[in-house]
């Protein structure tokens, strides 16, 4: 278990660039979340996959932002055309759809990726 | 209906001390209360979590007391250490559903030496 890992740690882009963010999951995780956080609050959940299926995405997404989980391994997160209001913290978690029961509902964390749009 | 409230916003509290946090929500339908510890430049990671079926759960230092009828749950970190100083969340969602977790607003927990 070597953890949820996310690339880059940071970015800074300029408005209107397009960024995209990759996460490695915990490889027999077949759950894999992005979550959204600016400072001084919780996640705010984007959306979900279940293996490679994007199964729930937030209705406060925008168009710009689309994930993908092409082997339903890793993960990217891409957006488009950047704006000032996307600056956040980009946090990805996984989890295992039949955990063992000390684990049901455990969400597993990556470090996260830090946003900024200048 | 779905909004989970946490309180307070920061917590100072002396090395030794007892800290505690309160949540109140208002779905009555969730079944799963966890708490999530995170630290400057890292993402969250789950303290300890309750079902509504117990009215409490204590893992080392950390306590869950749970008040199903009140709609409100609590963490107690008792003899609290320096390195306990992070934000913490309470969340709630059901079980089989966990990526629709709802989370607080967090609590700063800052421990004097």
């Known amino acids: 278990d070597t953890g949820v890992s996310q690339d880059p740690r940071h970015k800074i882009t300029k408005r209107g660039q397009n960024v995209t963010f990759r996460c490695d999951p915990i490889?027999?995780?077949?759950?894999l979340y992005w979550y959204r956080q600016t400072l001084g609050q919780g996640p705010e959940f984007l959306t979900y996959f279940q293996n490679e299926a994007q199964l729930e995405k937030s209705r406060l997404l925008s168009d710009r932002f689309s994930a993908e989980r092409p082997k339903g391994s890793f993960s990217t997160l891409e957006i488009q055309r950047t704006e000032q209001g996307d600056s956040a913290m980009y946090l990805c978690?996984?989890?295992?759809?039949?955990?063992?029961?000390?684990?049901?509902?455990?969400?597993?964390f990556g470090s996260g990726t830090q946003l900024s749009v200048l | 209906q779905q909004q989970v409230k946490q309180s307070p916003q920061s917590l100072i509290v002396q090395k030794g001390g007892i800290s505690i946090i309160n949540c109140a929500y208002e779905?009555?339908?969730?079944?799963?209360f966890p708490w999530y510890q995170q630290f400057p430049g890292k993402g969250p990671a789950l303290l300890i979590a309750?079902?509504?079926d117990v009215s409490e759960k204590k893992e080392g230092r950390f306590t869950i007391s749970f008040n199903k009828s009140a709609k409100q749950f609590s963490l107690h970190i008792m003899d609290s250490q320096p390195g306990d100083s992070a934000t913490y969340f309470c969340a709630a969602s059901y079980l089989d559903s966990n990526y629709q977790l709802i989370w607080g607003a967090g609590t700063k927990l800052i421990i004097k030496p």
């Open positions: 309750i079902r509504p």
């Open positions: 978690a996984s989890s295992q759809l039949r955990a063992r029961h000390t684990d049901l509902g455990k969400l597993f």
């Open positions: 779905n009555t339908a969730f079944d799963y």
């Open positions: 490889s027999e995780h077949n759950r």
